[in-house]
């Protein structure tokens, strides 16, 4: 083999991602300037049809600020509760292995399986939340409450994934530094804003990519514990997908809704790069 | 047709690739001249022993020298059905010839032309032999496209014990029920008055359904849009107080069937609404309501007519089966009286048949049939409509925002004439 075809070595990988994640990318893209139908027997390209239906679509924002709702407070509650946990297991203590592994439970817990569990948590007639709180809140059932019970489901099972990746970084940070700021009579908080938070940041910032990425597609979580209702309250953008693709089974425009969340994923995945990029310099 | 769009044929081809890769090399119910032509018949699963199913489909095959009959079984999810069989038809697929319908699926598969027709299966003196409601749901543009096989519809449950204790009568009406709630609420700790299915989800639009219609609304008329309308208010507004006055509670809002099942089937719940399954779990061994159920008709508002919602599965044939005789022979097979008699003792589902609700040994079987006969002479399918599945997604999110408080109930059937007139402009 001579050195002028590294292409060839490139090859494999490329074909395989370009047959399980440009393609099928591609073939949303294309699906969402058609209007298609099984049901309708359509099947002709509309250009961007799909997208001023969306536009004028009222659930269709309705969803989008659910979603947007949803993705902001739970992230937040999760990088800052996951910072705090963090900070605390950090330092060297008998048994941190074993707490380590019980903390990674609730993410360890397939989405499914936990949110069958909260649906029993809020059970607002015999379930533990309103037995230990002493209250009888409609949990899933009211407007009000139902989307915020999802995203403390959410904060519940990511928390411990954000909280570990921090232990990381936080590990990594050499002593000497908090060893200088001692002998330079810092206090703990100085010490944090100075020295940890700063040398943080670039890791905070892939969490929350990886987080906000996760917590805007959400599906399988307020699927099982609500269904997208009381009232569309709980609906998010890729819940309407669903509903839209497959079982209203209208291709098209439910490619267009897909598409929709992919380029706000896309934007906020720019914007962090961006943000990453200048914390690194 | 333009189905020769540049994405379909990258999709085709990826999927023969892939095909190619696997080695997937799927068995079809082809003809050929070797070997006798296959009847394949998809249906979900039935719960329950799957012998007696498998003895008919034998007795089918002796009956019809060379043809045989291959059974297949999809998922019980309804939605991924009818995901498998729209994509399936769509692309012209021959590989299964005899089908099971859900009731709402009829016309839009109809439209769609997917469905053969089977009016000479269905002459006058046949159709009256079925419950009306069926038939209606079977019938697209005066023509009909599948055979009815097993039916449900909505029934009210109630708790003999409680009621007879406060010497009040099953409910008849509306107000009745609230009555008779509220009386035995008084005094029963721990017991709710009224349970039955307001998730927002396809359930809840049964449920609401049966109100609209005991009040004499509609959602449909002639093809138009009539969900405005003064009885739908009322019904609806109905709908509302029963959660604003306590005689069902708030959390109604987060019920499917089961849950709802469950809370009355450990005595917590004076009155269900819920499908004729119920039964047999309320009065097996170990029950904590076992004996002390009833069950009637649901009830209806003064001067209206008690409704229930229908429900059930019908049996297709694949417009492009390769062996249409023998598969249209089978699903008259399947749906015939000896066959509907068999499934409803080896699997309590319930035929549409008129003349099995009077049949002995049924009878003895499910004493409760003949209760259910006069349900199901009213039971009524859901708007027939191609469009049902974007008409009932509104529909869910209208009503459910009505009961939740979150719109008033004028406000909730404004908004859902306004979008259901959209969808099937």
Redesign the interface.
């Known amino acids: 083999m001579t050195r002028e075809h590294p292409g060839l070595f490139l090859a494999p990988a490329a074909v395989t991602l370009g047959a399980v994640a440009l393609f099928p990318a591609l073939a949303v893209l294309w699906l969402s300037l058609e209007e298609r139908s099984p049901l309708l027997a359509a099947a002709r390209f509309v250009g961007f049809d799909n997208y001023t239906r969306l536009i004028a679509d009222a659930r269709f924002w309705n969803a989008l600020a659910n979603t947007v709702y949803f993705s902001a407070v739970s992230v937040a509650l999760e990088v800052l509760l996951g910072l705090l946990v963090a900070l605390l297991l950090a330092r060297a203590f008998r048994g941190r292995a074993l707490l380590y592994s019980i903390i990674l439970l609730p993410w360890a817990i397939p989405t499914v399986v936990s949110a069958r569990l909260w649906e029993w948590l809020y059970n607002a007639d015999y379930g533990v939340l309103n037995y230990l709180l002493g209250t009888h809140v409609n949990w899933l059932g009211s407007p009000g409450w139902a989307l915020h019970a999802a995203i403390l489901m959410d904060v519940w099972k990511a928390t411990p994934f954000v909280a570990l990746l921090l232990i990381a970084g936080l590990q990594t940070i050499p002593r000497e530094l908090y060893q200088a700021a001692a002998l330079d009579g810092a206090g703990a908080w100085t010490t944090f804003r100075r020295i940890t938070l700063p040398l943080l940041v670039p890791l905070l910032l892939v969490v929350l990519v990886f987080r906000t990425i996760d917590a805007f597609r959400v599906f399988d979580a307020i699927y099982v514990l609500t269904g997208g209702g009381p009232a569309n309250s709980t609906e998010t953008v890729s819940i309407y997908a669903y509903k839209v693709l497959f079982q209203a089974l209208e291709f098209g425009y439910g490619s267009a809704v897909a598409v929709s969340v992919l380029a706000v994923v896309a934007l906020l995945t720019a914007v962090y790069a961006r943000l990453l990029r200048g914390s690194m310099t | 047709?333009?189905?020769h769009?540049?994405?379909?044929n990258?999709?085709i081809v990826?999927v023969l690739l892939l095909a190619a890769l696997f080695g997937a090399c799927k068995p079809s119910g082809e003809e050929s001249s070797s070997h006798p032509p296959v009847v394949v018949f998809k249906h979900s699963k039935l719960f329950g022993d799957p012998r007696p199913l498998a003895q008919l489909l034998a007795e089918f095959e002796r009956a019809n020298p060379g043809v045989r009959v291959r059974a297949e079984t999809l998922p019980a999810a309804s939605?991924a059905q009818?995901?498998y069989y729209?994509?399936n038809?769509?692309?012209g697929a021959a590989d299964f010839d005899v089908f099971a319908l859900d009731v709402i699926w009829v016309a839009?598969f109809a439209?769609?032309?997917w469905l053969r027709d089977l009016s000479h299966l269905l002459p006058a003196a046949e159709r009256e032999a079925f419950f009306r409601g069926p038939i209606e749901a079977v019938t697209w543009e005066g023509r009909a496209f599948a055979l009815p096989w097993f039916m449900d519809a909505g029934v009210l449950y109630y708790r003999k014990d409680l009621l007879d204790k406060n010497h009040l009568a099953p409910p008849r009406t509306w107000d009745e029920l609230l009555h008779a709630a509220r009386t035995v609420t008084r005094t029963e700790s721990g017991v709710h008055g009224f349970i039955w299915q307001?998730?927002?989800?396809e359930g809840l639009v049964c449920n609401a359904l049966e109100y609209l219609w005991s009040h004499g609304g509609e959602v449909l008329r002639n093809g138009q849009v009539v969900l405005d309308s003064a009885a739908n208010r009322a019904a609806l507004t109905f709908m509302r107080e029963l959660l604003t006055s306590g005689v069902t509670?708030?959390?109604?809002?987060?019920l499917t069937e089961e849950p709802a099942r469950e809370?009355f089937g450990r005595g917590?719940a004076l009155f269900l609404r819920n499908w004729p399954y119920a039964w047999r779990l309320f009065e097996q061994q170990g029950s904590a309501v076992r004996g002390k159920v009833g069950v009637s008709a649901l009830p209806h508002f003064i001067g209206g007519k008690s409704a229930a919602t229908l429900g059930g599965w019908q049996l297709g044939v694949n417009r492009h089966s390769r062996n249409p005789q023998a598969a249209e022979r089978l699903a008259q097979y399947l749906t015939s009286p000896a066959a509907q008699k068999v499934l409803a003792l080896a699997y309590g589902y319930n035929p549409p048949r008129r003349a099995l609700y009077e049949d002995p040994e049924l009878l003895a079987a499910q004493p409760f049939f003949a209760e259910l006969r006069a349900v199901y002479e009213r039971a009524r399918p859901r708007p027939v409509t191609?469009q049902y599945?974007?008409l009932s997604?509104v529909l869910?999110?209208?009503f459910?925002?009505a009961?939740?408080g979150?719109?008033s109930p004028s406000q909730a059937l404004i908004d859902a004439q306004r979008q259901a007139e959209a969808i099937l402009r």
């Open positions: 047709m333009t189905n769009t540049p994405g379909r990258c999709l990826a939605d009818h995901q729209a994509t038809l769509a692309a839009e439209r769609a032309g307001g998730k927002q989800y509670p708030e959390f109604v809002t987060t809370i917590a191609p599945v974007r997604q869910q999110a209208e459910s925002g009961l939740a979150l719109k």
